[in-house]
């Protein structure tokens, strides 16, 4: 079979041909279908930012914490904004282990059953609350999800993952989802949903399908989504083996979409989704960032400026605030002409994230995504083995870094607690917070204080009193 990748992304699902039976008007169908970016399957290197303000992805991630390390890695170099995943395997116990900086994680595992589990990662500085309006709808082993609401420079969006297993009927996934699609789309103008649905819309061999080919499950599937007005993303295979392929995972939104690409990385038997948006709104024009570049030929350059510098001015006065003023104003023209302010690039470079992932390191794992493309492009017994191979060589050598890494810096640690400690939690991935709570209630649930201002200046002017207080009453 030639180049299977290729062809999946010249052969989409028709979307088209889809829609015509659903919509009755020609202007708002047109619109629909070219809203749909075209998806491109591409390696973690070409996920590049292309001009979107917002970025989301989402994984089935078959055990969150094997591959935490690697998804860590991916969502801080991607400057992804939300991450959502299914089957973390996560229980009350394991879930302790996923910390993220800069990241808040929100999960809901099984309670009677293993496996399972869906979650998100969203930035910290993103606004974000768990959602409990549909808990009711919540059906362990049939309808499992998990719904945040998050603010994007004052907008509102609803974001949710769902994971339905293959097990369960999809009958009874569809009913519930037709009742949370109902309520969320009077309640919630921007929605995103995200999961593996384990319905294949690309389906085009199944008779029985009454949708241009796809099966009747992906019709619904389809109907209901669109009901709430909202459009998948993607029309490409999501999850390829050597023998088949299949689109089992989706994003369904009423957003803007910049672009939609499917990543080429073996964190599970599923591709991610990566999807750009762009999202319109009065606070999101683009600063340009720039920095002052230091190097050794600059500072050779400013002590030859300064050596040049007449300063007679500065030293003949005798006003002595002209004269540091004529000071200042002379070394500034000096130190910007040594380190002039450059506009930062925002291309993706090739730099570690980790402290013990080197840049060849970073080499070897293009190398082994590149092994992975070769396979999925043509599958073949032997290109399996070679990927497997290199793989398995990588993962030791990764293994080994970091605990290398570790070992060195408990040893540069030894007779320093505080600094032990600060290597322990970097290990289990805390961080220290220094978020200041909104409010302040007494004992007897009255609100002293609202807002982090007012809960500082309460705070302050407790401590400021207490001693006084006490030393009284004794």
């Known amino acids: 079979m030639d180049n299977r990748i290729r062809n999946f992304e010249e052969h989409p699902l028709d979307l088209g041909k889809i829609f015509e039976n659903l919509c009755n008007d020609d202007d708002v169908f047109d619109v629909m279908v070219h809203s749909i970016p075209k998806n491109k399957y591409l390696l973690p290197t070409h996920v590049l930012n292309k001009g979107s303000n917002f970025r989301m992805a989402f994984l089935n991630?078959?055990?969150?914490?094997?591959?935490?390390?690697?998804?860590?890695?991916?969502?801080?170099?991607?400057?992804?904004?939300?991450?959502?995943?299914?089957?973390?395997?996560?229980?009350?116990?394991?879930?302790?282990?996923?910390?993220?900086?800069?990241?808040?994680?929100?999960?809901?595992?099984?309670?009677?059953?293993?496996?399972?589990?869906?979650?998100?990662?969203?930035?910290?500085?993103i606004q974000s609350d768990l959602v409990?309006?549909?808990?009711?709808?919540?059906?362990?082993?049939?309808?499992?999800?998990?719904?945040?609401?998050?603010d994007v420079n004052g907008m509102k969006i609803l974001c949710c993952v769902f994971y339905r297993p293959p097990s369960s009927p999809a009958s009874k996934f569809m009913e519930l989802l037709d009742d949370f699609v109902l309520i969320a789309s009077k309640k919630y103008p921007k929605i995103v949903f995200m999961g593996d649905f384990n319905i294949d819309l690309y389906n085009s061999n199944n008779s029985s399908g009454n949708f241009h080919g796809i099966s009747s499950d992906g019709a619904d599937l389809l109907s209901v989504c669109l009901s709430g007005g909202l459009l998948p993303a993607y029309g490409v295979p999501t999850r390829i083996t050597k023998d088949s392929a299949s689109l089992i995972d989706n994003?369904?939104?009423?957003?803007?979409?910049?672009?939609?690409d499917v990543v080429i990385e073996d964190f599970s038997d599923h591709l991610m989704l990566v999807t750009d948006f762009h999202l319109i709104t009065e606070f999101n024009r683009p600063t340009k960032r720039k920095m002052r570049m230091t190097n050794r030929n600059s500072l050779s350059k400013l002590k030859v400026l300064l050596s040049s510098s007449d300063f007679s001015s500065c030293?003949?006065?005798?006003?002595?605030?002209?004269?540091?003023?004529?000071?200042?104003?002379?070394?500034?023209?000096?130190?910007?002409?040594?380190?002039?302010?450059?506009?930062?690039?925002?291309?993706?470079?090739?730099?570690?994230?980790?402290?013990?992932?080197?840049?060849?390191?970073?080499?070897?794992?293009?190398?082994?995504?590149?092994?992975?493309?070769?396979?999925?492009?043509?599958?073949?017994?032997?290109?399996?083995?070679?990927?497997?191979?290199?793989?398995?060589?990588?993962?030791k050598i990764l293994r080994s870094?970091?605990?290398?890494?570790?070992?060195?810096?408990?040893?540069e640690a030894e007779g320093s607690p505080k600094k032990t400690w600060e290597i322990i939690n970097k290990c289990l991935g805390k961080h220290k917070t220094h978020?200041?709570?909104?409010?302040?209630?007494?004992?007897?649930?009255?609100?002293?204080?609202?807002?982090?201002?007012?809960?500082?200046?309460?705070l302050n002017i407790h401590f400021a009193k207490i001693g006084e207080e006490t030393a009284s009453t004794a």
């Open 61 to 125: 991630c078959r055990g969150l914490l094997n591959i935490f390390d690697q998804i860590s890695l991916f969502i801080s170099h991607h400057n992804i904004d939300v991450f959502a995943s299914c089957e973390t395997f996560l229980n009350d116990s394991t879930k302790t282990f996923i910390n993220k900086q800069d990241y808040t994680f929100f999960h809901k595992n099984r309670i009677n059953k293993k496996q399972g589990g869906v979650g998100f990662f969203i930035k910290s500085t």
């Open 251 to 260: 994003l369904f939104t009423n957003l803007e979409l910049k672009s939609s």
């Open 435 to 458: 978020d200041l709570p909104d409010e302040l209630i007494a004992e007897d649930g009255t609100k002293l204080a609202t807002g982090k201002v007012e809960v500082i200046n309460a």
């Open 315 to 395: 030293l003949e006065s005798s006003d002595p605030d002209f004269a540091a003023e004529c000071f200042v104003n002379q070394f500034k023209r000096c130190f910007n002409n040594a380190f002039p302010l450059r506009q930062i690039s925002r291309r993706n470079s090739i730099k570690p994230i980790k402290p013990w992932i080197s840049p060849g390191l970073l080499v070897s794992i293009k190398n082994k995504n590149l092994l992975y493309k070769a396979y999925l492009m043509h599958p073949s017994e032997v290109k399996l083995a070679e990927f497997r191979r290199y793989k398995n060589y990588l993962t």
């Open 132 to 150: 409990s309006e549909f808990d009711h709808l919540y059906l362990e082993m049939a309808f499992e999800f998990l719904a945040v609401k998050i």
């Open 401 to 411: 870094a970091k605990s290398h890494y570790f070992a060195e810096a408990f040893v």
